[in-house]
């Protein structure tokens, strides 16, 4: 038995410490392939961190969070109270919880202020360039910091999502361990794992916003520009693909099989849409936004300093 078969059909008979170390893979998996309930929320607190150190507290605050939530559910799976997962489709209800955290976390970093649009020219206004150049800068530079500890809440959240890797660690592994005392290790375990890999996806993330010629300044501005974005505008993504789902829920069981095994690559679904909906669309779109109003306020800082040619 290969050992990917092993980890997506344990057999029955796991002594303890074999549960631990196939649940701490399990979610070293989830958290390594695009999951819509990890990679979203960490890419948006990791990239506002711009920094390393911060990019990986994301990804470790969000994780505790998510871990706490496992422990919980696999406790539940134990004493049979997880069969509510099998019943009822919860993944609507969670998006749209998500989403409005998200929002509002959003919210906070940009302080209420939005995309400017220019409405002056709209209305046959000429304003000077430099003019719309500084309420970019003013706008961009009052960002606040990325509310960091909001990610454990995230995680707690998001931990009510259910997929393959969830399924696996709920219903087949945790029933075998001896005791509802060592009901809660299998989730545990399965958090950590998804931990390590959060960790490490998050310093990535967050050093997406170091782009080069740019001051560690200008950095921690459009890391904070693109963070608000993504989690604003991600959030309502979430909220509106998750009242999708609740009011027609055959649209959660779509999907495209890309004949890939592995959970998360398996098909193209609802969950593979968000997340390159937020993270590849949004989050680097919003990227790619931030640097361009910032090069162009670099640029403009600096032809309106230039001296008048006499």
């Known amino acids: 038995m290969s050992l990917l078969n092993l980890l997506l059909n344990p057999p029955e008979g796991l002594t303890l410490p074999a549960i631990m170390f196939l649940s701490f893979l399990l979610g070293m998996m989830h958290g390594a392939t695009p999951d819509e309930h990890t990679w979203p929320i960490t890419f948006s607190y990791a990239v506002g961190s711009y920094s390393t150190r911060r990019g990986m507290k994301a990804g470790f605050l969000f994780s505790t969070g998510f871990t706490a939530q496992r422990a919980l559910l696999t406790t539940l799976g134990f004493v049979g109270l997880a069969a509510f997962y099998q019943r009822y489709n919860l993944d609507g209800p969670v998006y749209i919880v998500v989403g409005v955290v998200m929002a509002v976390a959003g919210s906070y970093v940009l302080k209420g202020r939005y995309i400017h649009l220019p409405v002056d020219k709209l209305l046959g206004g000429n304003p000077h360039h430099t003019s719309s150049a500084s309420r970019v800068s003013e706008d961009m530079a009052h960002n606040r910091e990325v509310p960091l500890k909001m990610t454990v809440l995230h995680g707690l959240i998001a931990g009510f999502g259910f997929g393959a890797y969830a399924t696996i660690v709920t219903f087949v592994l945790a029933p075998q361990v001896p005791s509802v005392v060592y009901a809660p290790l299998p989730g ?25 010629k ?66 590849g669309v949004i989050g680097v779109g919003s990227l790619v936004k931030s640097y361009m109003d910032m090069t162009s306020i670099k640029r403009n800082r600096k032809s309106y300093s230039l001296p008048k040619q006499t």
Do not use: C, H, W
Not at 218 to 225: A, K, L, Q
């Open 214 to 279: 740019l001051t560690q300044e200008e950095i921690s501005i459009i890391g904070r520009s693109t963070a608000g974005r993504t989690l604003y505008y991600g959030g309502i993504a979430f909220m509106f693909i998750g009242l999708l789902i609740v009011a027609f829920p055959l649209l959660d069981q779509l999907s495209i099989s890309t004949g890939n095994p592995i959970p998360n690559l398996d098909a193209v679904n609802v969950g593979f849409v968000l997340v390159v909906s937020v993270v």
């Open 188 to 212: 545990a375990m399965f958090g950590l794992g998804t931990m390590s890999m959060q960790i490490l996806f998050g310093a990535a993330f967050a050093n997406l916003a170091r782009i080069k």
